[in-house]
């Protein structure tokens, strides 16, 4: 089942690196099948905050690049195996304010009727030598009790990452969390679109 990857490393500035971002993704359908969706995700920030997001699937091959440039005013997705990009251009920005970020599957999704939602903070943990935040949702249908979700997000303001993301609801799980953090700034030419590709550029 199609779901929205959340986004573990956020385009702030002056602090470069890069991560990887494993994930597993369960989702039980109405028969009480399930189907498991491992993936891993490559990160690379830069000093200004430029991202690339590098998707790979389970047997490790590289199915797609995301290039998010702001200081040039550009979104690009390349699939590296067509070696073709798409650009979808925008005015140029000093700043990474306002850029749209995946959340991930989280609370009642899909679920009409009221709800209710309790959130509690967690202690704080230390993931890859960096200390997070944690908190807890939990969302209850008001009409229908036993539909019931709980999300937990681990966060670092600081270094503008998120370590650790569980979501358990009644139709899925989800568990996404971060490793092999690397602070040394990444090589420039990661964030330019490579000559060879061919480029078209669609409206946003």
Do not use: C
């Not at 420039?188 to 000559?195: D, N």
């Amino acid at each position: 089942m199609p779901h929205e990857t959340p986004t573990m490393v956020l385009p702030i500035s002056g602090l470069p690196l890069s991560a990887e971002q494993t994930e597993e993704y369960v989702s039980a359908s109405p028969d009480v099948t399930s189907a498991t969706d491992t993936s891993k995700i490559k990160y690379y920030r830069d000093a200004v905050g430029r991202m690339r997001t590098e998707a790979q699937s389970a047997d490790g091959t590289l199915r797609a690049i995301v290039l998010e440039n702001f200081i040039d005013g550009f979104i690009a997705v390349l699939d590296p195996q067509a070696k073709l990009g798409h650009r979808v251009k925008f005015p140029k920005s000093s700043s990474t304010d306002g850029w749209a970020v995946g959340a991930g599957p989280s609370g009642l999704a899909g679920v009409t009727g009221k709800i209710t939602r309790k959130t509690e903070d967690l202690e704080k943990q230390t993931i890859e030598g960096v200390e997070f935040v944690g908190t807890r949702t939990t969302t209850t249908s008001d009409e229908q009790p036993s539909l019931v979700a709980v999300d937990e997000s681990w966060m670092s303001k600081d270094f503008g990452l998120i370590g650790l993301l569980k979501h358990s609801g009644p139709d899925s799980e989800m568990t996404s969390r971060i490793q092999n953090i690397d602070r040394n700034a990444p090589d420039p030419m990661l964030f330019v679109i490579p000559a060879d590709y061919r480029i078209r550029d669609v409206q946003p």
